[in-house]
């Protein structure tokens, strides 16, 4: 639920049948998959696997003080990393806590580095895309991160060829194009 203020976050853990591509629960019961607490999380809007190694990343946005004065993050703005296991078991890593105002709503992963991106809605009006290496897992930012955006960048994606970095920005419909230079940084 990315908006459940009041509680903690979950993910949901599935087996994906090769052939197929059907979902079952890793643990065995449809009703109910196997739901993992979300560590330091408290609204997970995104997530990316790294295609290069057992980690997951989670953008979870946190929570902030929007009704009263001066506007500023109360909790859990931050990019959670999980190892996964083999039988797809979680276990958390070390959070990376994002700037007081920025709200982690999406990531995209560029491989060739590894390189996240992360998409931030920014409580005071405006977003940022803001970049980190990945090694064995454990995030960095990036030199220059991070970048401005259009209002709430909710979707991120790295084209095919690796060149680009794409935000869409939900509250003011746009779409913004980063070039991806050396070292990964936008």
């Known amino acids: 639920n990315p908006y459940d203020n009041g509680g903690t976050g979950t993910i949901g853990v599935f087996a994906i049948n090769a052939t197929t591509g059907a979902l ?16 330091t999380d408290n609204n997970p809007l995104g997530l990316a696997v790294d295609p290069t190694g057992p980690y997951l990343y989670v953008a979870n946005a946190g929570t902030s003080n ?7 993050m109360t909790s859990d703005n931050d990019v959670a990393t999980y190892t996964i296991a083999a039988n797809g078991t979680l276990t958390a890593g070390t959070p990376f806590t994002m700037p007081n105002h920025d709200e982690p709503a999406s990531v995209a992963i560029d491989p060739v580095g590894p390189y996240l991106y992360v998409g931030n809605n920014d409580i005071l ?13 454990v995030l960095g930012a990036l030199a220059g ?15 095919s060829t690796h060149a680009f970095v794409f935000a869409v920005n939900n509250d003011d419909a746009t779409i913004a194009t980063y070039p991806i230079g050396a070292g990964g940084v936008l």
């Open 66 to 72: 929007q009704v009263v004065g001066p506007l500023a």
């Open 24 to 39: 079952t629960a890793a643990n065995g019961n449809a009703a109910l998959p196997a739901f993992l607490p979300a560590s």
């Open 125 to 137: 009006g405006s977003g940022v895309v803001a970049a980190f290496s990945s090694t064995a897992g």
């Open 145 to 159: 991160s991070p970048y401005p955006a259009g209002s709430i960048p909710f979707g991120l994606v790295v084209d």
